[in-house]
């Protein structure tokens, strides 16, 4: 009897699948971020760094458009980081760390990248925390390297519109799980902790987010950001891609 083996790819696609519900315009957002780093890398060999990557929905985008890419992938969840283990295979350095610590950059594997790349994953973090984890980026950076984190950024200045999108978006993901076309967030976890691989990882997850993630979301406006990456130092700050209430934010090292 062949032993029982994650089938990473089957696994990529459905959590892709679970995210898309959340985002419709999650490749959209992928597209904006990876013509940042190409503007800031051009032809030049790339170090990119997948922070806080999960399954690496990142990673393997950015190994698709830039075919001499190094990725290094960093995340704490074991079962995320094992579908992105079985997916990127030798093409991606994976680390575990937790963003929560300051030593976190202790376990890359290189000094400096060119781009920091994060996406719908920071606002876990408490804001104290993220303000120095913006602090921390610049030192993983080259000079003129890029950071880009694209998360739900509301514009401050719509906010009741923004508000309303987030509703109506909301209602859509309902009427999608209601008719089955998508696993809901909960669901996909509970299908995770049935399969022979990942249960046991699952068990682990857990135990590491004892508490429950949106009992600390942490969704300021996109200007909150910008404020934040001009206080820890970074050269150049903006907008490079909004779609309804989420934006994507740069800071230039």
Partial sequence: MTPYKLDARAWQESWDRQQEAYLPDREHRFTAMLDVVDAVAGDA???????????????????????????????????????AAASLGS?????TADLRSPGWAAQLPHRSYDAVLTATALHWLDPARLTALYAELPGVLR???????????????????????????????????????????????????????????????NRIYATPHSS?????????????????GFTE?????????????????
């Fill in 237 to 253: 700050t903006g907008i490079v891609w909004r779609g309804g209430a989420d934006a994507a934010v740069a800071g230039v090292r």
């Fill in 45 to 83: 060999p790339l170090r990119l760094l997948d922070l806080a990557g999960g399954t690496g929905s990142i990673s393997l985008r950015a190994l698709t458009r830039f075919e001499h890419a190094e990725v290094t992938l960093l995340d704490l969840d074991p079962a995320l980081l094992a579908i």
């Fill in 91 to 95: 093409r991606v350095t994976v680390v």
């Fill in 143 to 205: 000079p003129g390297g890029v950071f880009v984190n694209a998360d739900h950024m509301p514009d401050a200045s719509l906010p009741a519109l923004s508000r309303r999108m987030v509703e109506r978006a909301d209602a859509r993901r309902e009427a999608r799980y209601a008719a089955g076309a998508v696993l809901p967030w909960r669901a996909w976890w509970d299908r995770a902790a049935t399969d022979p691989v990942l249960a046991p990882l699952v068990e682990e997850r």
């Fill in 216 to 232: 600390s979301e942490f969704l300021p406006p996109a200007a909150w950001h910008l404020d934040a990456l001009v206080a820890a």
